[in-house]
């Protein structure tokens, strides 16, 4: 059964603090990674990963993939208070393209 | 550009009542997805449809049923709509005709049965 485990599930911290969120899956026929941010409505896309040891960098998020341990992580330096969201990673998978989710890290930063 | 448009926002359901959720895109896409939405649950696929006049069942596709006779429209049905379908419900566009092409997301449609 295709599987992604996202963790911590909650992470508290303080403005200015970096943030480390973890992303491992099992999944057959893997295309690729998707980082997303969900605040109160839609998931707005952050990152899309196809490739092993190649970070993509947006602002202060960045991510990487690894395809040999199957894992990938997001990082938010200087973190601020409207990083607090829930951030979803999702595996695409298969002839098809669908999407298998994590159920989330909830992050909330405090001034 | 209003991406991924769903309707309606919110609604309240009796059960055994039926209803359709709409989901307007018009940004082209081939692929088109159903998610819900539950706590602790993630998002989970309903049905998709890989372009105009084809459907195909995700992970959780029992009570509902779905339609694309037009590649910008995706609908979602409930025939007999049952407490356990209360969930937040995002649909999801997706092309393959460029790189890091992403999915958009529409806003949600809130559905409670009671």
């Known amino acids: 059964e295709d599987k992604v485990v996202q963790s911590p599930l909650s992470l508290v911290v303080h403005e200015g603090d970096t943030v480390t969120l973890n992303c491992s899956y099992e999944?057959?026929?893997?295309?690729?990674l998707l980082w997303y941010k969900q605040e109160k409505k839609a998931p707005t896309f952050l990152f899309m990963l196809t490739s092993s040891g190649i970070e993509k960098k947006s602002g202060r998020l960045s991510s990487i993939l690894d395809k040999k341990e199957l894992f990938s992580i997001l990082n938010i330096t200087a973190t601020q208070t409207g990083d607090s969201a829930v951030y979803l990673c999702a595996v695409e998978r298969g002839s098809n393209y669908k999407l298998t989710f994590g159920k989330g890290t909830l992050l909330t930063v405090n001034p | 550009n209003a991406g991924v448009t769903q309707t309606p926002k919110f609604r309240v359901l009796k059960t055994g009542q039926s209803m359709t959720l709409l989901c307007a895109q018009d940004m082209n896409h081939e692929y088109m997805y159903w998610y819900r939405q539950d706590p602790g649950m993630g998002l989970r696929l309903i049905h998709y449809?890989?372009?105009?006049?084809?459907?195909a069942k995700g992970e959780v596709p029992d009570g509902y049923n779905v339609s694309r006779l037009k590649k910008q429209n995706f609908l979602l049905g409930l025939e007999s709509a049952a407490p356990s379908q209360t969930s937040v419900y995002f649909c999801?566009?997706?092309?393959?005709?460029?790189?890091?092409?992403?999915?958009?997301f529409g806003s949600g449609t809130r559905l409670t049965v009671v």
């Open positions: 449809s890989v372009g105009e006049g084809t459907t």
């Open positions: 999944v057959t026929n893997f295309r690729s």
């Open positions: 999801a566009s997706s092309t393959r005709q460029r790189a890091n092409y992403g999915y958009t």
